[in-house]
């Protein structure tokens, strides 16, 4: 499974963006997809993460801001962010499992809110 995301940038607090990742090779295998980050001097987190099933979990910290869907006849998964706050500024990374306990990761993208 290969996962290219995209959307990431600068932001003042306040505002939005929309991450997209997309899968492609063996997607046929994959039971969830989300999203994790890693602030600078921190460990990696889960933001949101959703399963083929349906469900859906996400940080504490963004719950209420964020959303988290999929789109399954694109092989992608979005994130979208609103009232971007300043300690969300990290590397956003897209996730897949697949049915096997198998990770993947995308190769992340810088989202920057400035205060």
């Known amino acids: 499974v290969q996962l290219q995301a995209s959307g990431g940038g600068l932001v003042q607090a306040g505002g939005s963006l929309r991450l997209s990742c997309t899968a492609s090779g063996s997607i046929f295998s994959i039971s969830a997809m989300g999203w994790f980050r890693q602030a600078p001097g921190k460990q990696r987190e889960l933001v949101a993460m959703?399963?083929?099933?349906?469900?859906?979990d996400y940080a504490e910290s963004v719950k209420g801001r964020f959303t988290i869907s999929r789109d399954g006849a694109k092989n992608t998964v979005y994130l979208q962010m609103n009232s971007l706050k300043f300690e969300d500024t990290a590397v956003y990374f897209c996730y897949a499992r697949n049915s096997f306990g198998s990770n993947y990761w995308g190769q992340g993208t810088l989202v920057t809110v400035s205060s």
């Open positions: 959703k399963t083929n099933g349906g469900r859906t």
